[in-house]
């Protein structure tokens, strides 16, 4: 029925009748009607038997709203009407949205975020970030964790041997691929690395505990890490590591010695010496003496003197009526005087 037809030259009573919920306004038309329900109602028009124009208006259900008391509009995306009877649509609030004709907003899932009012759609949280349900946001991975697959929705520690040092979507330095400006990444699909979405194994020589390392300590001095131990390990007797984040031992050189675990080697004491790399030193032997604390040889005796037992700091001069041989200088020989008138340190060079 055209709205004109509303406007006629009388005016006739108005009468309403109540119903029950949801309630229904019947009344018959004023002639002056200007053809609209009061708020939150549509009208429905029609002629009764008596032929007066009358009408009913209907209260507009939920998920629908009306302001020109026409008729029953549904929500747009974006707003909802959660009762019957609404004046207008209300919008959802940041981390809901609604479809058209909504009754009430739906909360983004988990991974998931929505930062607009009235809002349609939920975005996926990226890489390196995570939401709760509800969220209107996205929260950054903190130092030692990360989110490694979009849309998650809580961040995983580190690996032991593994960290991210920066809060996520830090432009910042990572193992990988070098790309423009100085900046590398560990996937080439984005020029900047965002440090939260991904882990980063400590260099050799430094190690990092399980549960979220924000960065990597070096092996102390005395220890190493290589790419065959997963933690910092002792060096082996005989070797030594005089640096901290140290990847391999050092052998002790000659006339030196190590326990485990050292930074720095010990000097052979006097009369004794060491080959590379050894834990101890050994005695001289017979013939040879070592007058100083971390010699790398033993050195032999000189003619007209011996060293008749190992570990000889210095050697003994032949006493009077005695001989060395040289260079076997491990005995003292001794000879007659009449024979042989030989005085103190005397050597016999005979082959």
């Given at each position: 029925m055209a709205r004109n037809m509303l406007v006629p030259a009388l005016l006739l009573s108005l009468a309403y009748t109540a119903f029950a919920q949801p309630a229904n306004i019947k009344y018959t038309v004023p002639l002056n009607f200007n053809g609209s329900c009061p708020d939150g109602h549509?009208?429905?028009?029609?002629?009764?038997?008596?032929?007066?124009?009358?009408?009913?208006?209907?209260?507009c259900p939920p998920g629908t709203a009306t302001l020109d008391g026409f008729r029953c509009i549904p929500?747009?995306?974006?707003?909802?009407?959660?009762?019957?009877?609404?004046?207008?649509?209300?919008?959802?609030?940041?981390?809901?949205?609604?479809?058209?004709?909504a009754q009430a907003c739906t909360g983004c899932a988990a991974g998931t975020f929505n930062s607009r009012v009235a809002g349609t759609v939920c975005q996926i949280c990226p890489?390196?970030?995570?939401?709760?349900?509800?969220?209107?946001?996205?929260?950054?991975?903190?130092?030692?964790?990360?989110?490694?697959?979009s849309g998650s929705s809580a961040c995983v520690n580190c690996n032991a041997n593994e960290f991210t040092p920066f809060t996520a979507g830090t432009v910042c330095r990572c193992d990988g691929f070098q790309l423009p400006g100085g900046l590398s990444r560990q996937f080439l699909n984005n020029t900047k690395c965002y440090c939260g979405s991904h882990h980063r194994k400590c260099d050799l020589g430094f190690v990092s505990a399980a549960g979220g390392?924000?960065?990597?300590?070096?092996?102390?001095?005395?220890?190493?890490?290589?790419?065959?131990?997963?933690?910092?390990?002792?060096?082996?007797?005989?070797?030594?590591a005089s640096r901290p984040g140290s990847?391999?031992?050092?052998?002790?050189?000659?006339?030196?010695?190590?326990?485990?675990g050292q930074s720095f080697c010990m000097p052979c004491d006097i009369g004794t010496t060491s080959l590379p790399g050894s834990a101890s030193c050994t005695a001289c032997p017979k013939g040879t003496y070592a007058d100083e604390v971390g010699l790398p040889v033993c050195y032999p005796c000189q003619p007209g003197s011996f060293a008749n037992t190992t570990g000889f700091s210095n050697c003994t001069a032949c006493a009077p009526g005695s001989i060395s041989y040289w260079p076997s200088t491990q005995y003292l020989l001794w000879s007659p005087v009449s024979a042989f008138p030989v005085s103190a340190g005397t050597s016999n060079l005979l082959k």
């Open positions: 549509a009208l429905q028009n029609h002629l009764d038997a008596s032929g007066a124009l009358t009408g009913t208006c209907v209260i929500c747009a995306a974006g707003f909802f009407a959660f009762t019957s009877g609404m004046r207008e649509c209300r919008p959802c609030l940041p981390g809901t949205i609604s479809l058209t004709g890489a390196g970030t995570i939401s709760a349900a509800n969220a209107s946001s996205c929260t950054p991975c903190g130092p030692g964790t990360i989110a490694a697959a390392a924000a960065a990597c300590t070096a092996c102390p001095v005395g220890q190493y890490r290589d790419a065959s131990v997963a933690v910092c390990t002792n060096c082996p007797a005989g070797f030594f990847v391999n031992c050092q052998p002790c050189p000659r006339g030196f010695h190590s326990a485990a």
